[in-house]
């Protein structure tokens, strides 16, 4: 048996943590079910709640591919995109960076509080009296009350309390389970307040691993807080 190794970086932001494998520097392998639930595993990988994949990209500094842990594809990940900023800032020494999903391009750039993503538009899907769909490149349903059934295909964001414009949330995504945090799903939290009240504020947004702050509007929302890197290291192949 013979292996090879394979370097990554192990990054979070309020606790929802990625593996990032660079394919700008480095060969990436073929990402199989197998490959994807394996790395990502907490007692026989590295573990994390995605997988985040780099690539060369025509209209921006990289693309962006995201593995949930059950080896799905998601295809947005606000507290990712902030992750993968920070790391491409320091790696291109740039102020800021553009990051290329499959159907938007966002810009990251560095900020006293951190990290700011410009996530690009929200629509508002579907609405009844306990929750508001909302989509932004992956869909999303705020429940305001408990009262109905949470749907299986979509990201569920549970609103547990408003003070003002600090809102409390828990979090359940499709393909990960429960997180301790989700960057879009803060997003997608702050748009159906916003579209429920019928005017625009930054919100604060508490979600059990820490806090964000979204600003901008619905056709424009801004992700904004901290990022860290746990560790880097190199990842074994076996073949």
């Known amino acids: ?19 990032i494998l660079n394919g700008l520097t480095d060969d990436i392998p073929d990402c199989t079910e197998s490959f994807v639930r394996t790395i990502t595993e907490r007692r ?4 994390c709640d995605q997988l985040l994949i780099l690539e060369p990209s025509e209209q921006a500094d990289a693309h962006m591919r995201i593995f949930n842990s059950d080896a799905s594809l998601a295809y947005n990940c ?17 102020d800021s960076v553009s990051i290329a999903l499959d159907d938007r391009v966002v810009t990251a750039k560095k900020t006293e509080h951190g990290i700011a993503v410009d996530m690009g538009t929200a629509h508002i899907s579907h609405q009844t009296d306990a929750h508001v769909n909302v ?16 749907p299986e295909d979509r990201n569920i964001e549970i609103v547990t309390g408003q003070i003002a414009d600090h809102v409390y949330i828990d979090i359940v995504e499709r393909g990960a389970g429960r997180t301790r945090a989700c960057g879009s799903g803060a997003c997608a939290t ?41 560790f880097t290291g190199l990842y074994t192949i076996a073949s």
């Open 1 to 19: 048996m013979t292996s090879t190794t394979l370097p990554f970086t192990k990054m979070q932001a309020q606790g929802n943590d990625f593996v």
């Open 44 to 47: 026989y990988g590295i573990g």
């Open 78 to 94: 606000g507290n990712g995109l902030r992750c993968v900023g920070a790391l491409l800032i320091t790696q291109l020494q740039k």
């Open 135 to 150: 989509e932004i490149g992956n869909p999303h349903s705020v429940f305001f009350e408990a009262v109905e059934s949470f």
């Open 190 to 230: 702050a748009a159906a307040i916003w579209h429920i009240e019928g005017h625009t504020r930054p919100q604060i947004i508490e979600m059990p691993g820490g806090t964000v702050r979204v600003s901008g509007d619905i056709e424009n929302l801004v992700l904004e807080g901290d990022v860290n890197t746990v």
